[in-house]
């Protein structure tokens, strides 16, 4: 099969794949206790790793930030800076990321493994449809996570660069603190939130479809599994362009 019609039978395959889960959310049942246990296994799960990304990244942009405005004599904003970065960019597709290596590889190594062993087959076979036993209740907790994740991820990156500020930078934490403040309005936060929910989705997705399409055994899943976090990564710095530009357009620009 030639790649051009590899990738439109994967597009018609995520479509359908996409309409399945849309149908099977507003169908009963809806599986509300898979979806929490699985909100707990991919959000709360990825905690530690998104407080340690957010923790440096905030860190390291208020060091070598502050250098720089240094030199124009603008050191004061270090705080709008680090906090407009993180609110804007930083946070959702370093969180997305983190996810998509974690969170992503470990949907689609468990529904492959599920495939080859044939549990899934097993479970049609009992009359429960896997799209909404195990597809559905994964997207929609990671939709609903990876926002989550992100405010958390941007919080602590603020207080990451407050502890350079302070202790390296020798700046007062209140002109810190306001400076950062001046970049938290309506806009921003809402901008910051659009995009890792639309991550989240992608990451979902991918991960579950490159987990229900393995073939190939136990070596197929770890092929499942890397192709799951390559994709979605490139997907979401692809997707992270165009809504930047969307979000730029409708909710930055002055008017």
């Known amino acids: 099969m030639n790649p051009i019609t590899r990738i439109v039978l994967q597009l018609q395959e995520l479509t359908l794949l996409i309409w399945r889960v849309m149908r099977g959310f507003l169908k009963a049942p809806r599986y509300w206790r898979e979806m929490i246990l699985q909100m707990d296994i991919l959000g709360f799960g990825s905690l530690i790793i998104i407080l340690l990304t957010g923790t440096f990244t905030g860190m390291v942009l208020a060091l070598n930030s502050a250098n720089t405005l240094q030199k124009f004599g603008v050191q004061n904003v270090t705080g709008q800076l680090v906090a407009t970065s993180l609110i804007r960019e930083l946070g959702p597709v370093l969180t997305s990321l983190m996810l998509a290596g974690r969170v992503g590889s470990g949907i689609a190594a468990e529904l492959g493994s599920m495939l080859v062993s ?11 449809d896997p799209i909404k036993k195990l597809v559905t209740p994964r997207i929609v907790a ?16 603020t207080m990451g660069g407050l502890l350079i ?3 390296l930078l020798h700046q007062a934490s209140s002109v810190y603190m306001s400076s950062a403040m001046e970049a938290v309005n309506f806009n921003e936060i809402i901008g910051g939130l659009i995009k890792p929910t639309v991550f989240g989705f992608i990451i979902a997705l991918i991960g579950c ?11 197929g899943v770890g092929r499942s599994t890397t192709e799951s976090v390559v994709n979605a990564s490139i997907l979401v710095i692809a997707m992270d362009f165009l809504l930047s530009k969307v979000i730029i357009s409708l909710l930055l620009e002055p008017r």
């Open 118 to 128: 044939e549990q899934i087959d097993a479970m049609r076979a009992l009359g429960t």
């Open 209 to 219: 479809y490159k987990g229900l399409s393995t073939t190939g055994g136990t070596v």
């Open 165 to 167: 500020s302070i202790t």
């Open 142 to 157: 990671l939709v609903l996570m990876a926002p989550a994740l992100t405010v958390v991820c941007d919080f602590v990156g």
